[in-house]
């Protein structure tokens, strides 16, 4: 890992000072709530995908989880990009997270301080650069998505990622790339840390949130582009046998991109590569992130523009 400073409690340190005590409740508990961002090193230059967007979800988990974050969602905003110039990175994933701090051991951590590191690292593709292109193997998983009003899905914590280690574990060990989560009810859900979407005859499919998905940013993003491409968007359970019947399947999320699924269980899924579909939506994506193009309002550039920093 690179060693950038990171932002800590409301300053940047050196990495090598951003640590906490093994008595801090997060370690024991999993009080934790985070967020996945990407800085692009757009032609335009470095621009932040979706920034207000993640960090206001990173305010809501932690809103669900009762924690008090002593930052502003502005604030939140200018950490992550002074954390990104300070690194004199163009491209990084950037790793927000609040989690309860030392103090009572008990269950109850309502009296525990909540502390917020912002760090940043490079990082490439997360399924691989050829799985953008030729697409990744997978398995559903024998591990259900949580159930509704078990752990908060809509909130993105550290706790959930128990479930989504034994998920992604299960799957590296049986040599496939990813898992499919089924919801309790045995619908498709997502992926460990992907939302997913089917596709048949053209139509786009994709899990409701009351299926206990995350509601990803990258989910919404695609579906925007899609609808704007043309195609139908339908939001709705997908029973596990749609996915072996499917044209094209591929995976969303900040760290995944679009990332296309030539095999669910061994059954090959259209041409066993990346599908029209599939591409199309890739190309609207990208062109958006390297061409720095943004018609949607998505990016927020690293380096103020010259005429915009004059002040009047
Ligand atoms: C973070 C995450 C995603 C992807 O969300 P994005 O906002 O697109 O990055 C999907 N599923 C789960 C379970 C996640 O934690």
Redesign the pocket.
């Known amino acids: 890992m690179d060693r950038h400073p990171i932002w800590f409690n409301g300053k940047l340190v050196p990495f090598e000072e951003a640590k906490i005590h093994v008595l801090s409740h997060v370690v024991h508990y999993g009080s934790s709530v985070f967020e ?1 961002i990407r800085c692009y090193n757009t032609a335009r230059g470095p621009a932040v995908f979706r920034l207000r967007e ?1 960090m206001r979800r990173l305010l809501d988990s932690a809103r669900i989880y009762r924690m008090e974050v002593p930052y502003t969602l502005e604030e939140l905003e200018a950490a992550a990009l002074e954390t990104i110039r300070a690194s004199g990175l163009k491209a990084c994933y950037i790793r927000p997270v609040v989690f309860r701090g030392m103090g009572s051991l008990g269950v109850n951590p309502l009296k525990n301080p909540v502390e917020v590191a912002i760090a940043v690292w490079d990082w490439g593709a997360y399924l691989g650069d050829e799985a953008l292109e030729q697409g990744v193997d997978v398995q559903v998983s024998t591990w259900n998505r949580m159930a509704p009003n078990t752990l908060p899905a809509m909130a ?1 914590a550290g706790a ?1 990622y128990a479930n ?1 280690a034994l998920v992604k574990m299960e799957a590296v060990l049986n040599g496939y790339s990813e898992g499919i989560m089924l919801s309790v009810d045995g619908y498709v859900a ?6 997913l979407f089917l596709v048949r005859d053209g139509v786009i499919y994709t899990a409701p949130l009351t299926l206990s ?2 509601p ?4 919404d993003a695609v579906i925007t582009l899609a609808r704007d491409l043309g195609y139908t968007v339908i939001e709705q359970p997908i029973p596990r046998e749609a996915l072996y019947i499917a044209d094209e399947l591929f995976f ?4 995944a991109e679009i990332t296309p699924i030539r095999s669910v269980d061994r059954y090959t899924i259209g041409q066993g590569r990346r599908g029209p579909v599939t591409e199309a939506l890739q190309r609207a994506f990208f062109e958006i992130v390297r061409e720095g193009k943004d018609p949607y309002g998505w990016l927020t550039f690293v380096e103020v523009p010259r005429e915009a920093s004059v002040s009047s």
Not at 216 to 219: F, H, N, V, Y
Not at 252 to 255: K, R, V
């Open positions: 996945g993640h993105k959930n989504a997502e992926g460990s840390g992907e939302n998905i995350l990803g940013i990258t989910r969303t999320g900040t760290a």
